[in-house]
């Protein structure tokens, strides 16, 4: 479904890299974590699937595959169709990516009707059921709030319901936890493990933190400096590591009580 050539991307006038020759193949249904440390290059790559990188950055080689259809060639038509229905979007702290001054549900309907044709009214409905679907109570209520009016946790429930309103075939999913507590990041991360039970929603999963992506993926990936130092099935990485820096990050995971926290 999802195929990675050998990309490369850079950011302005830098002639270093800032990823390099990654690659990826990726089935319907399957859930891959990307691994690395801040400026790794791992957020590069999900951005580079959207074709959504900031800055200036470019995709300066390789190539991206969606059903087969280069992405980086898209057109902002081809762009347009894509983004929000076959591939969707969670970023790290989804509050950032609301306007703080309109209603939820202004923002969703307009979001629904945009990519189909619906009455306002049919807009809110489908807006309010998703975000029960997402455990938010009382969707309605959540609808006619302002983003201030809710928590870290709820607000982040917001992001994911409005990237699943249309079943995407893809999610990527950027630190979707790392700005929430503990409790609230258990709880997302079992939504978005439902979601591709119920959906057979791919998930490209981006984090810093293995236990988390140990836990969630069927298979992972460790960057550093902009380039895959580790690659495999989650038990062969977690087991078997190649890399020096993998199995200092194993290291690193807590332990308590002499239990580790990766599976």
Known sequence: MLSIQNLSVQYGNSKEPAVENFSLEMKQGEIIGIVGESGSGKTSVVRAVLGLLPGGGRVTGGDILFDGKSLPGCSKEEWRALRGTDISMIFQDSGAMINPIRRIGSQYTEYIRAHQKLSRKEAWRRGA??????????????????PFQLSGGMRQRVGIAMAMTFSPRLLLADEPTSALDVTTQAQIVRQMMELREAYQTSILIVTHNLGLAAYMSDRLIVMKNGKTVDAGGRETILSHPRSEYTKQLLKAVPEMEGKRFVP
């Open 129 to 146: 059921d998703m975000l029960e679907r997402m455990r938010l109570p009382n969707g309605e209520r959540i609808m006619k709030s302002y």
